[in-house]
């Protein structure tokens, strides 16, 4: 919850709008600013205080306690103008709360946490618990001291501007070790704990099985990602007891999965009792892994508990990031968000540098030139398996004649694939135009490369029969010079030779050029792969130079009608 205070009426107007958009995120604290601002300390994990930022430095002062339980501070001027990130940047969330309440208020975000103001992931915003010296650590990555990453299992990790060997290290593992003074541990959640227990076990006697178990594997209870174990004991006060403690969901399995999972410990008694001769092993490798703590009983007598541990395989992630049609503005801001997150990036070397200011450092970049989708698919497809944060971009949208079904035909379940929606050509086109895809529309792409052309022109026949407004992308290049004029020939039989059509180059990039003629006035010579060609319907008209293509036909008789 986020609790908002303020002292002015025009602190208030602001905190107001901060409420009313974000109602079920917010609570308002009235009366006098002190004991407003305390109530807020003490029950909120975020606050917004439309104050100076003196006046809520000498008020939360008393109150700090700890870096990680400390809730985020905002604060926000007078004038509306600034939001000060002032406690809690990374921990309590702060920089990105400033963010968001300056996009909301029009305010300028104001954050001083060095490692956002250069663009290097936080190693305390990973995600992950991490250990020992962050700060010295930090420091070496912000002064360009060489720090090593040395990764015992693979996890999609953000970038990180790191060497082979440094004087600082950031060791990514599970095993239960003690940091070093130059060190800081990444605790990834790799491990799941299959447990199963008898009817009223104790949850002491269950935490000090796992615990016991994972020290003699010499694993970190840290790295555990959740406990696992079989629905008839989804319930059990002592399984739920534990995983609360450790602050790891329970998940629980139906006992036909449990019971045609190998394990090497399996037994009668959870055979009778719950119909799967294996529980704790059994939950444990249920989704895969290596078994690294075969299972055991706890110290009870009778022992009330078992377990087993098992680490999970890292799942890399794949974006399919579409970047839009070129201008920045048009770039969405989730689309940002993947490209700063990724450590490794795949895509066309001129759709790479379009973005490349904004990836963070330490990014690996694999680019290629023209041509090389299938390879490029392939490569992000690989490095996703080889556990990474991959992003791939295309132009456009991802899914429209660009990146996304070649990676997706390559890709299987064994990663995990986001994907980054994009304004597409059509759109951008659209836009400019005016309303030209107002009604039932469709795109067809003109290429013959990897569609017969018998196929392509099947397609145009019946779009042009189905009177549907046609966007025609990749309508010409050196090679391919008659396609074009075939497509609005096909066209032209269905439709008048007045039809408007639109003519878009280079949509929302610098040299960007639009212009409308008509079916029987378009030169295909004038068209190149750059260029977006959209036809108009029958319905379609020029108005004050712009496509417009009515949303409906009884629309457009009612309003021909109201003209007349």
Request: aromatic share 4%; charged share 20%.
């Amino acid at each position: 919850m986020i609790g908002l205070i303020s002292a002015t009426s025009a602190g208030a107007a602001a905190r107001d709008r901060l409420a009313a958009a974000w109602p079920d995120r917010t609570r308002v604290y009235e009366g006098p600013v002190g004991d407003a601002v305390r109530a807020a300390f003490a029950e909120c994990e975020q606050l917004v205080c439309f104050l100076a930022t003196g006046a809520v430095v000498r008020l939360i002062a008393p109150l700090l306690g700890d870096k990680a339980a400390d809730p985020g501070v905002v604060c926000v001027d007078e004038g509306g103008r600034f939001a000060v990130s002032l406690l809690g940047g990374h921990a309590g969330g702060a920089n990105e709360l400033a963010r968001e309440v300056g996009e909301l208020l029009g305010a300028k975000p104001v954050v001083t946490t060095a490692t956002d103001a250069v663009g290097v992931a936080g190693l305390d915003t990973l995600g992950l618990p991490y250990e020992g010296a962050v700060a010295a650590v930090s420091r070496a990555l912000l002064d360009g001291e060489p720090v090593a990453l040395e990764a015992e299992l693979a996890w999609p990790l953000p970038p990180l501007p790191v060497a082979e060997r440094g004087a600082y290290t950031v060791r990514l593992t599970d095993r239960a070790l003690e940091p070093g003074p130059r060190e800081v541990l990444l605790r990834p959640p790799s491990l799941v704990v299959g447990v199963g227990a008898s009817r009223g076990a104790p949850v002491d006697e269950v935490l000090e099985l796992i615990e016991s178990a994972l020290a003699e594997a010499g694993l970190s209870v840290r790295s555990v990602a959740q406990l696992a174990t079989v629905e008839a004991k989804s319930e059990e006060p002592g399984l739920v007891g534990a995983a609360e403690q450790l602050g790891v969901p329970l998940i629980a399995y139906p006992a036909s999965e449990l019971a045609g999972v190998a394990v090497p410990n399996p037994s009668d008694a959870p055979l009778a009792a719950v119909g799967t001769p294996s529980v704790a092993e059994a939950a444990a490798l249920l989704g895969g892994g290596e078994l690294l703590a075969p299972k055991r009983k706890s110290a009870g007598s009778p022992a009330m508990a078992t377990c087993a541990v098992v680490r999970r395989p890292a799942r890399g992630r794949l974006a399919v990031v579409g970047l839009g049609p070129g201008a920045r503005d048009l770039l969405t801001p989730r689309a940002v968000a993947e490209l700063r997150r990724a450590s490794v990036l795949v895509g066309l070397d001129q759709y790479v540098d379009q973005i490349r200011d904004l990836l963070r450092p330490g990014t690996r970049v694999l680019e290629s030139g023209l041509g090389a989708e299938e390879e490029r698919a392939r490569t992000a497809v690989a490095e996703a398996r080889a556990g990474h944060a991959v992003a791939l971009i295309g132009s456009g949208d991802a899914g429209v004649y660009a990146m996304a079904s070649p990676a997706l035909a390559e890709a299987s379940d064994d990663i995990d694939v986001v994907g980054v929606p994009g304004v597409t050509a059509a759109l951008a086109a659209g836009a400019l135009l005016g309303a030209p895809l107002g009604h039932d529309h469709v795109s067809i792409s003109l290429s013959d490369l990897h569609t017969p052309w018998e196929v392509i022109e099947r397609r145009v026949r019946a779009a042009a029969e189905s009177d549907l407004v046609v966007t025609f992308y990749n309508p010409r290049s050196r090679g391919r010079d008659w396609q074009l004029p075939k497509a609005l020939a096909a066209l032209a039989e269905h439709r008048a030779p007045s039809t408007p059509v639109g003519v878009v180059r280079n949509a929302s990039r610098p040299d960007e050029s639009s212009r409308v003629t008509t079916l029987a006035a378009l030169d295909p010579a004038s068209v190149d792969m750059m260029t977006v060609v959209t036809v108009g319907n029958t319905a379609t008209r020029e108005i004050a130079g712009r496509m417009v293509t009515p949303r409906g036909y009884r629309w457009q008789a009612s309003t021909e009608e109201g003209a007349r």
